[in-house]
């Protein structure tokens, strides 16, 4: 399966000036795709008897032990809150601290290709929170989910994002405490577009279940290991 087009955080979009194109072309394409796609063939209505299990059922999970309780309710409240001292981001994502699906598709390098991409992986939705740290350290944090009834969509997803970060030269990374494959990177140069500032990005990527998690850091300065880490640790202890 090729791998989804690198998506990137909307704050390097924006101090970079790199443009953001193909919104409309990919919702078009993205409806065409589903309206050529053949219709799915549905089950059988006649199933095979399943025999009865004796004895007491077990006990149903509570709400701290169920996970979809979680991921099935509001997704904003999983999110990190911004910390005590920080700032409006001054730049709009999402509304109301959900990003559809074109807007999502805006963060990837080819939205055109990320958005037929995501309709076809059954994108359900994706909520978001950013803020200012500081005059030039900015924080954005995504969690999306995807409906997976075909396949486990999170975890290629993230390897994808994995392979894109460790692509790039003068990148260090470390694993997340407690998510299996989970990553954080920093990337030690700058992004450069001529005529505007340098910008120094880290990044992190985990998931969980149905739920996948993205966070980037953009700064005017080198962003410490420490702060992608701590970042990254907290919300996924959220989840």
């Given at each position: 399966m090729p791998r989804r087009p690198r998506r990137r955080g909307r704050t390097t979009l924006l101090i970079a000036a790199a443009a953001v194109l193909g919104v409309v072309a990919g919702t078009c394409t993205g409806f065409v795709v589903q309206a050529n796609r053949a219709p799915d063939k549905l089950p059988s209505l006649s199933q095979a008897t399943?025999?009865?299990?004796?004895?007491?059922?077990?006990?149903?999970?509570?709400?701290?032990?169920d996970y979809r309780v979680k991921t099935d309710g509001d997704l904003r409240k999983l999110l990190?809150?911004?910390?005590?001292?920080?700032?409006d981001a001054g730049y709009g994502v999402g509304v109301d601290g959900w990003m559809d699906l074109a807007e999502y598709a805006e963060t990837f390098e080819r939205p055109a290709?990320?958005?037929?991409?995501l309709v076809a992986s059954e994108f359900r939705r994706a909520a978001v929170a950013n803020w200012r740290e500081g005059s030039s350290l900015f924080v954005e944090v995504r969690l999306v989910q995807f409906r997976q009834e075909d396949e486990l969509v999170t975890a290629s997803d993230s390897e994808d994002a994995y392979s894109?970060?460790?692509?790039?030269?003068?990148?260090?990374?470390w694993p997340i405490?407690?998510?299996?494959?989970?990553?954080?990177y920093v990337h030690n140069s700058p992004d450069r577009e001529a005529g505007y500032t340098d910008v120094y990005n880290a990044e992190a990527h985990a998931w969980r279940g149905d739920v996948e998690m993205?966070?980037?850091?953009?700064?005017?300065?080198?962003?410490?290991?420490?702060?992608?880490?701590?970042l990254a640790e907290r919300q996924m202890e959220r989840l």
């Open positions: 399943l025999t009865q299990a004796k004895g007491p059922a077990p006990e149903p999970l509570s709400a701290a032990e990190l809150k911004r910390p005590s001292g920080a700032w290709d990320a958005f037929s991409d894109w970060a460790e692509e790039k030269s003068d990148t260090d990374s405490a407690g998510t299996g494959d989970g990553m954080a993205d966070i980037w850091v953009s700064s005017a300065k080198p962003v410490p290991k420490k702060k992608i880490m701590d």
